[in-house]
């Protein structure tokens, strides 16, 4: 599950969630700016930081976007999240200043032997075992074919990613299920199905993936939850409406 601060990481914790999605695109929003590495990468290491003293007992899989640089940035990431006790990161194959996979117009993607590259990287520069490095593909995304995006996903196995990250911004799932249909590596996959969302989780448990990210949505909700209280204070220039909507002040302490 998505979190994107310290107190969305506690809550995120506080539900049972098993992991934490520090979601770029949520981090972003939350900081005021695009999901266009507007953010700078000790902005967003600052911040999954908060996230993991605020939610010290569950595993924080950071949303690293391209690697921010080449495959020497990569490495200086994985020390520094390997440092803060961050459990994962996942690299997404397009060119750095990445674009969020939902807006409109082109998306440019890396050159994929250059972005194994950063996969080995990762994986040679961890020092902890347990460490994970997930291989994000977008290449559905830039509309390429199935065959483009395994060979791809391939490269990637190879170069020693731990999971497969396979994204899609249609409105059904076909085809990350294609994909996983077609993925025969001993290899995880991950899925993103903020645009399918309505497709039934069994659908994706019985095609093999092993996990799926709901990656934006305590962000969202806090969007709607401010507006909505921002404009009834502001139209009743009062707070006695609000109390019962809002957490209490207990609440905030605990
Ligand atoms: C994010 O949460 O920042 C992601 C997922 O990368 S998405 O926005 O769906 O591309
Ligand atoms: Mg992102």
Redesign the pocket.
């Known amino acids: 599950m ?1 979190a994107h601060n310290g107190l969305s990481a506690r809550i995120v914790e506080d539900t049972g969630f098993g992991g934490i ?1 520090a ?6 929003a939350a900081l005021g700016v695009r ?1 266009c590495n507007e953010a700078s990468w000790t902005q967003i290491l600052e911040v999954v930081e908060f996230m993991r003293d605020a939610a010290p007992n569950t595993p924080i899989l950071l ?1 690293g ?1 391209t690697g921010f640089g080449n495959f020497n940035n990569v490495r200086r990431l994985v020390a520094k999240l390997e440092q803060r006790q961050i459990s994962a990161v ?1 690299l ?1 194959d397009k060119v750095f200043p990445k674009r ?3 807006i409109k117009g082109n998306q440019q993607l890396a050159d994929p032997v250059e972005f194994a590259g950063k996969i080995r990287a990762a994986k040679d520069s961890q020092s902890n075992p347990d460490f994970s490095v997930i291989a ?1 593909l977008e290449g559905f ?1 830039a509309n390429q074919s199935l065959d483009q995006v395994l060979a791809r996903a391939d490269a990637y196995y190879e170069a020693g990613a731990d999971a497969l990250l396979i ?1 899609s911004k249609q409105s059904h799932p076909n085809e990350v299920l294609d994909f996983a249909r077609n993925w025969d590596r001993p290899c995880p996959l991950v899925i ?1 199905p ?2 399918y969302g309505d497709t039934p989780s069994e659908v994706f448990a019985d095609a093999g993936i092993s996990l799926v ?1 709901w ?2 949505h305590s962000m969202r909700a806090s969007i709607t939850a401010m507006q909505a209280t921002c404009q009834m204070i502001h139209k009743q220039q009062s707070i006695r409406a609000i109390e019962e909507r809002v957490a209490p002040l207990s609440e905030v302490f605990r």
């Open positions: 998505e999605w979601s770029g695109l949520s981090i972003s999901d949303d976007d996942c997404e969020n996979s939902f994000r995304i994204h993103v903020t645009t990210i990656a934006n």
